[in-house]
């Protein structure tokens, strides 16, 4: 793998570790970054290895503060830039992998930093956490599924209110809201990442995958159709430990 100039990665003990590192601009998201980013994505959705991941910030201020808006006023034509979505969707990506993803969320996580951490499995915040949805304040929306995937973490009439307003919440009102899914002192945030991670280590990688698809691909259903995909995926999983026990 190339060496990378916006994120850190390294892999140990089956968990990976993808640190976001632009602490002098508070991580914030570029070009170059969503280039890096796809890139590792890719390694560990097809690195057997690696059992979960755990996304964090570097320096003591933020986990990502948004979009680099120096490169507001620099981005492409739509057209360049639709293409360059397709072939380079990071978001689609986050979303398309199997293993456990987990958010160690610190300091500022405003636009694009919310929006990745949404495309996590798991978010443990530390109590210095700020988080929101800048977007509308500068004329613009979410473009990283975070108009979907807020209100469908936290409800339609909170999201909008993050959504609308940029009003930004606290680690307190965070965990009331289930944006995260606990709350820790920031001594202990990598700490607390690693137990869920080491967790989850000895457990059969497919079930996590298909935990994961149940539960993401079934919001999108009707009752019936999730109860429906719950008991396909869940026969295929028997299936392939037969299997998998019989060789
Ligand atoms: N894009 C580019 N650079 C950014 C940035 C962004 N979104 N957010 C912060 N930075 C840079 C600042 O320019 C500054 O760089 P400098 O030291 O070279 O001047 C550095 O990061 C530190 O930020 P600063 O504003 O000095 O810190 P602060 O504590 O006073 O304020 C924030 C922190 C997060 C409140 C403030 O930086 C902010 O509002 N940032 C924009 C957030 C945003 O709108 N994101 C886009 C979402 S789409």
């Given at each position: 793998?190339?060496?990378?100039?916006t994120i850190?990665?390294e892999?140990?003990d089956?968990?990976?570790?993808?640190?976001l590192?632009?602490?002098?601009v508070l991580?914030?998201?570029?070009?170059?970054?969503?280039?890096?980013?796809?890139?590792?994505?890719?390694a560990?959705?097809?690195?057997?290895?690696?059992?979960?991941?755990?996304f964090?910030?570097?320096?003591?201020?933020?986990?990502?503060?948004?979009?680099?808006?120096?490169?507001?006023?620099t981005?492409?034509?739509p057209?360049?830039?639709?293409?360059?979505?397709?072939?380079?969707?990071v978001w689609?990506l986050?979303?398309?992998?199997p293993?456990?993803?987990?958010?160690?969320?610190?300091?500022?996580?405003?636009g694009?930093?919310?929006?990745?951490?949404?495309c996590?499995?798991i978010?443990?915040a530390?109590?210095d956490?700020?988080m929101?949805?800048?977007?509308a304040?500068?004329?613009?929306i979410?473009?990283?599924?975070?108009?979907?995937?807020?209100?469908?973490?936290?409800?339609?009439?909170p999201a909008?209110d993050?959504?609308?307003?940029?009003?930004?919440?606290?680690a307190e009102?965070?965990?009331?809201l289930?944006?995260?899914?606990k709350?820790?002192?920031?001594?202990?945030l990598?700490?607390?990442?690693e137990?869920?991670a080491?967790r989850?280590k000895?457990?059969?990688?497919?079930?996590?995958?298909s935990?994961?698809?149940?539960?993401?691909?079934?919001?999108?259903?009707?009752?019936?159709?999730?109860?429906?995909?719950?008991?396909?995926l869940g026969?295929?999983?028997?299936?392939s430990?037969?299997?998998?026990k019989r060789d």
């Amino acid at each position: 793998m190339d060496t990378f100039i916006t994120i850190i990665y390294e892999k140990q003990d089956e968990i990976a570790y993808v640190t976001l590192n632009r602490p002098d601009v508070l991580n914030v998201y570029n070009m170059q970054m969503r280039d890096e980013l796809f890139q590792v994505l890719a390694a560990i959705r097809d690195d057997p290895e690696v059992r979960a991941v755990i996304f964090q910030g570097a320096g003591e201020r933020a986990f990502c503060a948004g979009a680099d808006l120096s490169e507001f006023l620099t981005a492409p034509s739509p057209t360049i830039a639709r293409q360059v979505r397709w072939e380079r969707d990071v978001w689609g990506l986050f979303l398309s992998i199997p293993q456990l993803l987990i958010a160690a969320l610190h300091g500022y996580v405003l636009g694009d930093g919310l929006e990745m951490a949404l495309c996590c499995d798991i978010r443990i915040a530390s109590e210095d956490v700020r988080m929101g949805a800048p977007e509308a304040g500068l004329g613009i929306i979410p473009a990283a599924g975070g108009s979907q995937t807020l209100p469908r973490t936290i409800g339609r009439a909170p999201a909008l209110d993050m959504l609308l307003t940029g009003r930004w919440v606290t680690a307190e009102e965070a965990c009331r809201l289930g944006l995260v899914n606990k709350v820790v002192p920031r001594g202990e945030l990598l700490s607390s990442a690693e137990r869920v991670a080491n967790r989850i280590k000895g457990y059969d990688p497919a079930a996590v995958k298909s935990a994961k698809q149940a539960v993401n691909r079934g919001l999108d259903l009707s009752l019936l159709e999730g109860l429906e995909l719950e008991a396909r995926l869940g026969s295929s999983l028997l299936v392939s430990q037969v299997d998998r026990k019989r060789d």
